[in-house]
Nanobody, 114 residues
Framework: VQLQASGGGLVQAGGSLRLSCAAS????????MGWYRQAPGKEREPVAT???????YYSNSVEGRFTISRDIAKNTIYLQMNSLDPEDTAVYYC?????????WGQGTQVTVSS
């Protein structure tokens, strides 16, 4: 599976962005898709995931501000990010997890200015 992430950019604190991650094949049977992020000098951390049955997970730092969703017909997942904070500045990576394999997208930069 190839993953193409897009939608990053520069935004002021309090603003919003929507990230997209388009997969090269059907996502209907993928166990988990989601987003990680990596800030400068920090380890990569999970942000949000969505399962094949639509259940979602959010890290404590983004819950209530970010929303993950998917469009199976478009083989795409989204991350709606609201009330952005400079602490959200990072490269955001989408990924796929199945019991037998996993894949990563190339990352998209999100920069939040104060």
């Amino acid at each position: 599976v190839q993953l193409q992430a897009s939608g990053g950019g520069l935004v002021q604190a309090g603003g919003s962005l929507r990230l997209s991650c388009a997969a090269s094949e059907s996502i209907s049977s993928i166990h988990i898709m989601g987003w990680y992020r990596q800030a400068p000098g920090k380890e990569r951390e999970p942000v949000a995931t969505i399962s094949n049955i639509g259940s979602t997970y959010y890290s404590n730092s983004v819950e209530g501000r970010f929303t993950i969703s998917r469009d199976i017909a478009k083989n795409t997942i989204y991350l709606q990010m609201n009330s952005l904070d400079p602490e959200d500045t990072a490269v955001y990576y989408c990924y796929v997890w199945n019991p037998s394999n996993n894949y990563w997208g190339q990352g998209t930069q999100v920069t939040v200015s104060s």
